[in-house]
């Protein structure tokens, strides 16, 4: 039981740190009235995109732990730009969000194995080492402390202060917001550009800790995970903080399941069977809170002509 233990803690953390910061990424741009259908793809590329600053940041300077850290935090600030790209799109384009999403769903699969590709052919090159992200247990519960912090921010920024009431407000009634001189595209773009550098943050988490590596395809239904967490928590932070958990430990635990005799079939699908019933117990019961419920323009059709 202490073996399990010791494994578990900090293997959690990785798992817990990459879903969570992904869900909560998706919920403050669907809090915004956005479709976040583009998650998986975006998710796929910031990947590839940590994996390549990874390997460019080691030749440029050396390997180590501040290039690890740029490459982290690169991949944070690129996702966070399309993302606010992503919203923006959203909102002054007269175009179904769901066009728009699936189209970045499937751009940032292809420019996840374009960039994951590049960043193959240069480690081919120079053969630069990448320090990969550790974490011992003890390291392990600041990470957890860590996660839960950024979730407090959030939830107070959302619920508290006027900037998070204003992003709510647009996922309410984006037209009623523009009617009284403010810019809906402003404030979408804002939510893009924090649930971009979740999402990314997430992303690089996945191949630099998580991982430990890059391959054709990877990341790919991780968003989904992400998105799944999001729903199933009601698109509130302290409550996709505790539904992250089972999420994070259904997956670590895969490889258990596995050599205790389950069919690789039936426990890869695993976690994303949790989240299909997650999801239908939430969309059951979800309508009994307001605070809880789905934002009234969330996947409606906005876009900036309408606010003149």
Excluded: C
Excluded at 19 to 34: D, H, L, P, Q, W
């Amino acid at each position: 039981m202490k073996e399990l233990l010791e494994w578990l803690i900090p293997t959690l953390a990785s798992a817990y740190a990459v879903y969570t910061f992904t869900a909560i990424g998706s919920t403050i741009v669907e809090r915004s009235g956005i479709l976040n259908l583009a998650i998986d793809g975006l998710f796929v590329l910031s990947s590839s995109l940590a994996y390549t600053y990874a390997i460019y940041f080691s030749i440029a300077l050396q390997p180590g732990t501040l290039a690890t850290f740029l490459s982290v935090v690169f991949t944070a600030i690129t996702t966070a730009l399309l993302y606010s790209a992503y919203t923006t799109l959203n909102t002054v384009l007269p175009v179904s969000q769901g066009a728009v999403g699936l189209s970045f769903m499937f751009v940032g699969y292809g420019l996840g194995a374009i960039v994951g590709n590049l960043g193959r052919v240069s480690f081919s090159l120079y053969r630069v080492r990448v320090e990969y992200i550790g974490v011992a247990q003890s390291g392990a519960i600041f990470v957890y402390l860590l996660v839960v912090l950024v979730v407090a921010v959030v939830h107070l920024v959302l619920y508290k202060l006027k900037l998070g009431v204003l992003v709510r407000a647009v996922g309410e009634d984006p037209r009623l917001v523009g009617q009284t001189g403010i810019s809906v595209v402003r404030a979408r773009f804002l939510s893009g550009l924090v649930s971009g550098m979740l999402i990314g943050l997430g992303g690089a988490l996945f191949t630099l800790w998580r991982v430990g590596g890059w391959s054709q395809g990877q990341g790919l239904n991780h968003g989904w995970l992400g998105y799944a967490i999001s729903i199933a928590g009601w698109r509130y932070p302290p409550l996709i903080a505790i539904v992250s958990v089972f999420f994070s430990l259904a997956y670590v635990l895969l490889p258990y399941l596995q050599s205790a005799g389950l069919p690789v079939e039936v426990s890869t699908s695993a976690p994303y069977a949790i989240s299909i019933a997650a999801m239908v117990v939430v969309s059951i019961t979800h309508r009994k809170s307001v605070t809880l419920l789905d934002p009234k323009s969330l996947g409606r059709a906005f876009f900036i002509e309408e606010q003149a």
